[in-house]
């Protein structure tokens, strides 16, 4: 030991003496003592210490003196703390030779600098001397490694384009494009309206590419208040403010290395965050709060917004630098009432869902409660389409829904367009010749499906019309068809003519 010249002599040689007193009494007591030099060679082992190497596979003290200790002792922690300079004071070491209670200290040169590590074995068979402490280091350690299976679990994507329902056209080409933006590595922008099923697709995403072994992460911008944004994706150095964690905290871009960082809501994000965002895609590295170190990061990012983007870069809201950066690769996500045509599988597949959560029947559509569903706006989309089935489900007792139960859960806005497709639908269903009210009409045969549905069709384009006041294209978009389509069946229908309509 180096005499410190700050003491007085007395001093220093009763310090020198403590030193040496202390480490005879940790040789004695302790079960082996080892000593690493700065190149983390063993350089000296106690005669406790010798009764090992045969368990460790050495037969000569040779053969594990003067060589590196990672190589001679598996499982050490000893090179560790010659580049840390922090001790180890209590620890678990499990190898050949069996378990062991271990400290590990730095040793000083008198600049201050390591010049190697003191090993003390502590206790060996530490099952029996100190099982209480096992047990409770064993329990630990398991919740620890469940809590991580359980968020890595969550972190992977839920769902695949098996989940998108539907085989429209729309539905198709939208799965087609996500397809191909899963083989790549660029940005990628969902555009759709709200419900339909952006977040759905940045999973199905992320599952269909390269990354789909690592993190899915997701953050909603909409709903982290505009104070702590920041923090959410770039993460907080530890102390880095009053109330900050002692540890500090892992960002989203951290959290999602190696995999998808899904940006939900994207329009919504405030200006001051816009440009942190930027500079960070551009450079591929961030800088946590209260920290000056830049850490590199590897995510793919896939944006979404119900919002214009474009309008909101014309009126300054959204940075035009960072609207490019994003929209690498644009999807639009089609909206329900542009995809009528998978609604009877939508109904079926939420229906299903419905009963596996809640454990009752499954729900059953007539032909006229789909119909009823197929007339309207849905501007909730298949969220809305959700929230109605479920609303059904509750108050019903049968799980066969007909027009009439389905017409109550319906939004107001939309029920003089139900109302009126409903009407189409009972009229459809009663031979021409008969007379409402007639009980013969109870009996009466129906008539061809194709026959009730062009009745429906009549109806709904005829409310559709009144609504746009005669607007043929704005008709046809209500109701999600071609304006070919819509102009064709006018043609045919002689009873549309007397509505005034322009285009």
């Given at each position: 030991?180096?005499?410190?010249?700050?003491?007085?002599r007395?001093?220093?040689?009763?310090?020198?003496?403590a030193?040496?007193?202390?480490?005879?009494?940790?040789a004695?007591?302790s079960?082996?003592m080892l000593?690493?030099?700065?190149?983390?060679?063993?350089?000296?082992?106690n005669d406790?210490?010798?009764?090992?190497l045969?368990?460790?596979?050495?037969?000569?003290?040779?053969?594990?003196v003067?060589?590196?200790?990672?190589?001679?002792?598996?499982?050490t922690?000893?090179?560790r703390?010659?580049?840390?300079?922090?001790p180890?004071?209590?620890?678990?070491?499990?190898?050949?030779?069996?378990?062991?209670v271990v400290s590990?200290?730095?040793?000083r040169d008198?600049?201050?600098?390591?010049?190697?590590?003191l090993g003390?074995?502590?206790?060996?068979?530490?099952?029996?001397?100190?099982?209480?402490?096992?047990?409770k280091?064993?329990?630990?350690e398991?919740d620890?490694?469940?809590?991580?299976r359980?968020?890595a679990h969550?972190?992977r994507?839920k769902y695949?384009?098996?989940?998108f329902?539907?085989?429209?056209?729309?539905?198709v080409?939208?799965k087609?494009?996500?397809?191909?933006?899963?083989?790549?590595?660029?940005?990628?922008l969902?555009?759709?309206?709200?419900?339909t099923?952006?977040?759905?697709?940045?999973?199905?995403?992320?599952?269909?590419?390269?990354?789909?072994?690592?993190?899915?992460?997701?953050?909603?911008?909409?709903?982290?208040?505009?104070?702590?944004?920041?923090?959410?994706?770039f993460?907080?150095?530890?102390?880095?403010?009053?109330?900050?964690?002692?540890?500090?905290?892992?960002?989203k871009f951290?959290?999602?290395?190696?995999?998808?960082?899904?940006?939900?809501?994207?329009?919504?994000?405030?200006a001051?965050?816009?440009?942190?965002?930027?500079?960070?895609?551009?450079?591929?590295?961030?800088?946590?709060?209260g920290?000056n170190?830049?850490?590199?990061?590897?995510?793919?990012v896939?944006?979404?917004?119900s919002r214009?983007?474009?309008?909101l870069v014309?009126e300054?809201h959204?940075?035009?630098?960072?609207?490019?950066?994003?929209?690498v690769?644009?999807?639009?996500v089609p909206?329900?009432?542009?995809?009528?045509?998978?609604?009877?599988?939508?109904?079926e597949?939420?229906?299903?869902?419905?009963a596996?959560?809640?454990?009752?029947?499954?729900l059953?559509?007539?032909?006229?409660?789909?119909?009823?569903?197929?007339?309207?706006?849905?501007?909730?989309n298949?969220?809305?389409?959700?929230?109605?089935?479920?609303q059904?489900?509750?108050r019903s007792?049968?799980?066969?829904?007909?027009?009439?139960?389905?017409?109550?859960?319906?939004p107001?806005?939309?029920?003089?367009?139900?109302?009126?497709?409903?009407?189409?639908?009972?009229?459809?269903?009663?031979?021409?010749?008969?007379?409402?009210?007639?009980?013969?009409?109870?009996?009466?045969?129906?008539?061809?499906?194709?026959?009730?549905?062009?009745?429906?069709?009549?109806?709904?384009?005829?409310?559709?019309?009144?609504?746009?006041g005669?607007n043929?294209?704005?008709?046809?978009r209500?109701?999600g068809m071609?304006?070919?389509?819509?102009?064709?069946?006018?043609?045919?229908w002689?009873?549309?003519s007397?509505?005034?309509?322009?285009?």
């Amino acid at each position: 030991m180096t005499a410190d010249s700050r003491l007085p002599r007395d001093a220093q040689s009763i310090l020198e003496l403590a030193a040496r007193s202390m480490f005879d009494l940790f040789a004695n007591a302790s079960e082996g003592m080892l000593l690493v030099d700065r190149e983390a060679r063993v350089v000296w082992i106690n005669d406790q210490y010798r009764r090992f190497l045969p368990a460790l596979g050495y037969a000569r003290e040779e053969d594990f003196v003067g060589h590196p200790v990672s190589r001679v002792v598996h499982n050490t922690q000893m090179h560790r703390v010659l580049e840390t300079g922090k001790p180890i004071l209590i620890d678990l070491l499990t190898n050949k030779a069996g378990t062991f209670v271990v400290s590990r200290i730095p040793l000083r040169d008198s600049e201050g600098g390591v010049i190697g590590v003191l090993g003390i074995v502590l206790f060996d068979h530490p099952e029996t001397t100190l099982q209480p402490l096992i047990s409770k280091f064993a329990r630990l350690e398991q919740d620890l490694n469940d809590a991580r299976r359980e968020l890595a679990h969550q972190r992977r994507s839920k769902y695949t384009f098996a989940s998108f329902v539907g085989s429209s056209p729309a539905a198709v080409e939208v799965k087609r494009q996500a397809r191909r933006a899963a083989q790549s590595a660029s940005p990628v922008l969902l555009l759709g309206e709200t419900g339909t099923g952006k977040e759905l697709l940045a999973h199905a995403i992320h599952a269909a590419s390269a990354r789909a072994g690592r993190p899915f992460v997701g953050v909603n911008i909409a709903a982290v208040p505009d104070t702590l944004l920041e923090a959410e994706f770039f993460g907080v150095a530890p102390g880095a403010y009053t109330g900050a964690d002692r540890k500090g905290r892992d960002g989203k871009f951290k959290l999602a290395d190696g995999g998808t960082l899904f940006l939900d809501e994207v329009g919504d994000m405030p200006a001051a965050v816009q440009a942190k965002l930027l500079r960070a895609l551009q450079e591929g590295e961030i800088e946590p709060l209260g920290s000056n170190q830049l850490v590199r990061f590897d995510v793919r990012v896939v944006a979404a917004t119900s919002r214009d983007l474009e309008a909101l870069v014309r009126e300054g809201h959204f940075r035009e630098d960072l609207y490019y950066r994003l929209n690498v690769l644009p999807i639009r996500v089609p909206p329900l009432r542009e995809r009528r045509a998978d609604l009877p599988l939508l109904v079926e597949t939420l229906c299903e869902d419905i009963a596996a959560r809640s454990g009752g029947s499954q729900l059953e559509l007539d032909p006229e409660a789909l119909w009823l569903l197929q007339s309207q706006a849905w501007r909730g989309n298949i969220r809305e389409l959700r929230n109605v089935l479920e609303q059904v489900a509750l108050r019903s007792d049968d799980h066969r829904i007909g027009a009439a139960v389905l017409a109550t859960v319906l939004p107001p806005a939309d029920r003089a367009l139900s109302g009126a497709a409903t009407a189409a639908t009972a009229s459809a269903a009663v031979p021409s010749t008969a007379t409402p009210g007639d009980p013969e009409n109870l009996a009466a045969p129906l008539r061809p499906l194709a026959e009730q549905v062009a009745a429906l069709e009549r109806q709904a384009m005829a409310e559709a019309l009144r609504r746009t006041g005669g607007n043929r294209s704005a008709a046809a978009r209500l109701l999600g068809m071609s304006r070919a389509s819509f102009y064709d069946k006018l043609a045919l229908w002689s009873e549309l003519s007397e509505i005034q309509t322009i285009d």
